[in-house]
C-alpha cells in the first residue's frame, strides 16, 4: 500500500515511566453525560478521598524522583488531573510542581500540565499556571453550545459559557500555556462544522478522542463497517490537509502520518510504542490509565500505593507488562494485518470483551483502517476521492 510503514524498533520492556499523570482532586464540577470515569464500569473514586492531601503529594513528588534518578530520563511528563484539578486550587497545582522539579534531577526536564474543563479559570489563576511554567489543556468537543450539550454541570446547566470564557483566556492573554484543546469525536455532530468551530478558540493543538467503548459496550453510533467514525475522521482529515496544516496541530493525525513514513511516534491511540504511563489517585494508590476504567470495576486496580511501593514495582505489574509488549499484546487477527505499525491494535481499553479481556482487536477496527487508509492515500499524493473504504466485513 502507498506508505505503508516501515519497521519500528522497539525497546524490550519494562519501559521506564515518563508520563505522571497525578489525580490532585477526585471530584468534578461538572456532569458530563458521556463519562466514563464517573458514569461508568467503575466507581472507585466513590471510596476515595475528595483531594489528594499533603502527604499523598509529598510521597508523590518523592517517588517520581526515585524513578527518574534511576532511570535518567531526558525528560518526563507531570500531568495534574481529576476530576476537575482546578477545584484543589492553582496554589497547590504550584507547589506540587514545583516539588517535583526541586526533587527530580536538574538534567531532567519536568513538563507540567494540567487538564482541565476551564469553567473554573481565571486570569489570576492563569497567571500562576504560567509563572510556575504549568500548561493547560482544555477539555471541550466543539466551539459552540451544541457541540458540547454533554458537558453540563450537577445541574443539568450548560458548561459551555464558563469554558470558553476560560479558553478565550488563554488564547488572548496566555497563550504561551495555553497547551490545546481535547475533543471526544461525536459522529453526530457535522464533522468539518465541529473542527472548524474548534479553531474559533485558536488552539496551537486539538487532540481528538475516540469514546471510550468495547465490545461488551460498544460506544454510541458505532457500525461494524467503520462508517461512523471513519468517516468522521476522514473529513476532518481532508479539511485539516487541505489547509496545509496550518491552522493547528491535530495530534492524532499527526502520528498517523509519522507512523505512515515510519517515524517514531507516541500516541496511545496508535503505533507500537511501548506504553509508558501511570496514575497517582487521591489516597496514593498507583494505577494504570483511567481509559481501563471503561471496561470493568477495578481493570485500573494494581494493589500499589506510593507510601508502600517505588514506581518501578509498578513495572512489573502484569497489567502494566502487557500493555508495554506491544508487539505481541495484539489479537492474532491485528498481528496479520499490514497496518498494524500504524494501527497498533487500536487504544488498549478498547480491545476489551468480556470473557476474553483485551486480547482482541479494537472495537474501532473499521474505523482505523478506514482513516489510516484515507490518510496513507492522501500522503501519497492522490486526490481523496481515491481513497480505498475499509473492508465491509465484521471484525473478531
Not at 475528595?50 to 524522583?65: C, G, K, M, P, Y
Request: proline share 8%; with cysteine; charged share 20%.
Amino acid at each position: 500500500m502507498s506508505g505503508q510503514a516501515a519497521p519500528q524498533s522497539v525497546p524490550e520492556p519494562p519501559y521506564p515511566f515518563r508520563q505522571f499523570i497525578v489525580k490532585v482532586h477526585g471530584r468534578c464540577n461538572l456532569a458530563c453525560r458521556y463519562c466514563y470515569l464517573y458514569e461508568g464500569q467503575d466507581h472507585g473514586w466513590r471510596t476515595r478521598p475528595a483531594v489528594a492531601s499533603d502527604e499523598v503529594l509529598d510521597r508523590t513528588a518523592t517517588r517520581i524522583a526515585e524513578h527518574a534518578r534511576t532511570h535518567r530520563p531526558a525528560a518526563l511528563s507531570l500531568v495534574l488531573h481529576g476530576g476537575e484539578p482546578l477545584l484543589a486550587g492553582v496554589d497547590t497545582l504550584a507547589r506540587f510542581t514545583d516539588l517535583v522539579r526541586a526533587r527530580t534531577p536538574a538534567d531532567c526536564a519536568v513538563r507540567a500540565t494540567v487538564q482541565t474543563n476551564a469553567t473554573l479559570l481565571t486570569a489570576p489563576g492563569a497567571a500562576t499556571l504560567a509563572r510556575h511554567d504549568i500548561s493547560v489543556g482544555v477539555s471541550l468537543d466543539g466551539g459552540t453550545a451544541a457541540d458540547n450539550a454533554r458537558r453540563v454541570d450537577h445541574a443539568g446547566r450548560p458548561s459551555w459559557p464558563a469554558a470558553t470564557r476560560g479558553a478565550r483566556l488563554l488564547a488572548e492573554r496566555f497563550p504561551r500555556s495555553y497547551a490545546g484543546i481535547l475533543a471526544v469525536v461525536d459522529p453526530a455532530r457535522d464533522p468539518t462544522a465541529t473542527y472548524e468551530s474548534l479553531l474559533t478558540l485558536r488552539p496551537p493543538a486539538v487532540d481528538l478522542l475516540l469514546p471510550h467503548g468495547n465490545w461488551t459496550s460498544p460506544p454510541p453510533h458505532w457500525d461494524p463497517a467503520g462508517k461512523a467514525y471513519g468517516d468522521w475522521l476522514c473529513a476532518v482529515f481532508d479539511r485539516w490537509w487541505d489547509a496545509g496544516r496550518r491552522e493547528t496541530r491535530v495530534r492524532l493525525f499527526e502520528e498517523c502520518l509519522a507512523l505512515l513514513l515510519g517515524l517514531p511516534a507516541a500516541t496511545e491511540s496508535l503505533g507500537l510504542a511501548p506504553f509508558d504511563a501511570v496514575v497517582v489517585e487521591t489516597d496514593g494508590s498507583i494505577e494504570q490509565v483511567d481509559s481501563l476504567k471503561s471496561a470493568y470495576e477495578g481493570a485500573a486496580a494494581t494493589g500499589l500505593d506510593v507510601f508502600r511501593h517505588a514506581f518501578d514495582v509498578a513495572l512489573r505489574h502484569p497489567g502494566v507488562a502487557a500493555r508495554q509488549s506491544a508487539a505481541t499484546a495484539p489479537a492474532a487477527h491485528c498481528r496479520a494485518c499490514p497496518l498494524l505499525k500504524v494501527c497498533g491494535g487500536g487504544h488498549y481499553a478498547h480491545r476489551y470483551r468480556a470473557g476474553s479481556g483485551f486480547r482482541n482487536a479494537s472495537v474501532y477496527c473499521a474505523d482505523l483502517e478506514r482513516f489510516i487508509r484515507h490518510a496513507a492515500v492522501r500522503l501519497a499524493g492522490e486526490p481523496a476521492a481515491a481513497a480505498p473504504a475499509a473492508g465491509e466485513r465484521s471484525t473478531p
